[in-house]
């Protein structure tokens, strides 16, 4: 055995008895009705000036379409690695094949194209695959179907900070300083408060004063085991310890905003409840709420948001796709966690129209609730008199109008209801609900709160979902936008996000959205089912 050849750093120089073979072009071994062959012909199509317009060499730099390329065609593999990306273009004759000669990028390339490139124009890309799909007529541009699912961020489970907590935290700290101040002020002869209100600019006086003190008495702070600190070197690291954690106290809230919480190691995410729930004790974990609009079966818009609930998402959603694509969805389908006033009010002044389903749809069927008799879709409604009329024959008429403003900052106006008189009631138990109320049963009178816009909104949306149209859209929805969620977590095998941050994490969900969509048209090519957009109803025997 020559043992001088094995041992040498260029291994082609023992080719082992291997003949090289034709064909040499990998494109011949691919075969022809491959997924990768499509993705590098739709890619070619689109225009991708945005993304050029991060690198410096530009033209004549054909890095970012071929980088494009490949990390969309390992997300559409469900490998989403940068250094799985590095090792396929090594040995995968696909990979290959999308480098076009070139040399394998490095894992770190991979990385920085997520997220120093692809991130700030990943809006855009999505939108222009969008507008594509649209043109050559795989995308009907009618209905959107809407749904949200939350996935868990890049983020230690236990790195919480609760807002609730940190402002009480913060109130007691403010206490400790106005005791604090107080104190020095007696025990140095110093005079810093007026009218015994103590505020900031007090506590930065009252420690420029303790160190113009320091200074003049020429006081040597002390350090270490076996020294004994002076009366003035304790106030003054009291009050730095105090200062800095009002400094902390004051980051956290601002970092907070309008959210309850967020987390340590990614700043964006919030504590939220997963369906993914091991342990089945209902733990927080930080994590985003995905929103997906589907058309066609193909994912055409999607947003993140620190929301837990899908209601408040819903405006912020169509306003910024509307923005970028190049035409506008005239129905609006979604599922009851989006059902409000004002998302009614939006679409309807937006010229669109509303497929919601009620938030009590499923509960209006049971008998319980067709029973009960406090309910106010149980009374009967004289709109002449503007009054209501309970099981017992009393009217309950107009007392007031109270207004209310929604944490969005939505104005809404609430018609208030009062029974003339319900003493003697035999249905009072059954009428007035809430055990926990202090006021006894006998003295307690039947109240109705009432949102006649909303009430309107909620009548004409059922009449729409409930027409033969709305069966079919609703039956979509429940196919197409739940099944995107499907296929991105159970056939894709993406559960966590990889990167931290909304822009960075927004950049993932939009490349496995792309993913998911050059996969989808890649089946429904193969399979002859272009140009399907609805699936039909099913007729009873």
Known sequence: MTKH?????????????????????????????????????????????????????????????????????????????????????????????????????????????????????????????????????????????????????????????????VSKNLGKLLDKLACFVAECEESYGLRIIYHNQVKMKHVKKLRKKLYALKESEGIVFVHGTGKRKSPLQKSIETLEEYLEKLKEYTQKLYICGERNSYSKTDHDATFMRMKEDAMGNGQLKAGYNLQHGVDSEYITWLSIGPQPTD?????????????????????????????????????????????????????SKTRKYQNDIGRIENMEYDKDADCYTCKNGKRLTVTGVKKEKTKTGYQREKTLYSCEDCSGCPYKSECIKGNNCKTPLE???????????????????????????????????????????????????????????????????????????????????????????????????
């Open 443 to 541: 003295e307690r009178t039947k109240h109705l709160q009432v949102s006649k816009r909303f009430n309107d909104y909620r009548q004409k949306d059922l009449e729409r979902i409930l027409s033969e149209e709305g069966c079919q859209l609703r039956l979509n929805r429940s196919i197409q936008a739940e099944g995107s969620f499907g296929e991105l977590k159970q056939d894709m095998g993406f559960r966590r996000f990889l990167s931290r941050g909304t822009q960075n994490v927004q950049a993932e969900s939009v490349l496995l959205a792309m993913a998911h969509n050059l996969n989808k048209l890649h089946r429904k090519i193969q399979d002859e089912r272009i140009g399907s957009h609805l699936f039909k109803l099913k007729k009873a025997a």
């Open 311 to 363: 209601t408040t998402t819903l405006i912020p959603f169509l306003k910024d796709m509307q923005e970028h694509l190049s035409f506008k969805y005239q129905k609006i389908v979604a599922d009851a966690g989006y059902e409000s006033e004002e998302n009614y009010l939006y679409i309807e002044e937006n010229e669109q129209l509303a497929f919601i389903k009620p938030a009590n749809y499923e509960v």
């Open 5 to 165: 050849i094995i041992l040498q750093k260029d291994y082609t120089k023992n080719p082992n008895g291997y003949q090289l073979k034709l064909p040499l072009n990998l494109e011949c071994i691919i075969p022809e009705n491959d997924s990768v062959r499509l993705l590098s012909q739709f890619v070619e199509e689109m225009d991708l000036t945005d993304l050029y317009s991060t690198y410096e060499r530009i033209p004549e730099n054909t890095l970012p379409r071929r980088m494009l390329k490949i990390v969309l065609y390992s997300y559409m593999n469900g490998d989403f690695s940068s250094r799985s990306m590095q090792r396929n273009c090594q040995r995968d004759i696909n990979f290959m094949y999308l480098l076009e000669g070139s040399t394998a990028p490095d894992h770190a390339t991979f990385a920085r194209f997520r997220t120093l490139h692809f991130a700030p124009c990943a809006a855009a890309i999505m939108a222009e695959m969008t507008n594509f799909l649209h043109e050559i007529g795989e995308i009907s541009g009618e209905a959107i179907f809407i749904d949200g699912t939350k996935i868990e961020a890049c983020a230690n489970k236990y790195t919480f900070v609760w807002k609730k907590a």
